[in-house]
């Protein structure tokens, strides 16, 4: 059985991973907004294949181009940075007995 894990670090780049914390409700009832907080991971960014569309719910497939594979953890909503351009985390698949996290990535910026 191949080592995923192995692989995802031979074609792993820097990217920066940009997380939300969760918001919280003022005294005067007004929703505050989570900061955002950055961080550089290691993954690998490709296209994605027909049979990976398959695996994801029908309301992605349509906006999901591009898939990551990461030894770091990842969530949905979560953006990612690459070369200059914005991708959401439209879906997330941990592989915890893997060692890594799979995610399909919408692009943001053109």
């Given at each position: 059985?191949?080592?995923?894990?192995i692989?995802?670090?031979?074609?792993?780049?820097?990217?920066?991973?940009?997380?939300?914390?969760?918001?919280?409700?003022?005294?005067?009832?007004?929703?505050?907004?989570?900061?955002?907080?950055?961080?550089?991971?290691?993954?690998?960014?490709?296209?994605?294949?027909?049979?990976?569309?398959?695996?994801?719910?029908?309301?992605?497939?349509?906006?999901?181009?591009?898939m990551?594979?990461?030894?770091?953890?990842?969530?949905?909503?979560?953006?990612?940075?690459?070369?200059?351009?914005?991708?959401?985390?439209?879906?997330?698949?941990?592989?915890?007995?893997?060692?890594?996290?799979?995610?399909?990535?919408?692009?943001?910026?053109?």
């Open positions: 059985m191949i080592d995923v894990a692989a995802i670090d031979g074609e792993a780049v820097n990217v920066t991973l940009t997380t939300t914390a969760a918001g919280s409700y003022n005294d005067d009832g007004d929703f505050i907004q989570g900061a955002p907080t950055s961080a550089t991971i290691r993954a690998a960014i490709q296209p994605v294949k027909g049979n990976q569309l398959m695996d994801m719910p029908e309301g992605i497939r349509t906006e999901a181009g591009w990551l594979w990461s030894r770091s953890a990842v969530a949905v909503d979560d953006q990612i940075i690459s070369g200059g351009i914005v991708y959401r985390i439209l879906f997330a698949w941990p592989r915890l007995e893997g060692g890594f996290y799979r995610a399909a990535l919408g692009r943001l910026t053109k």
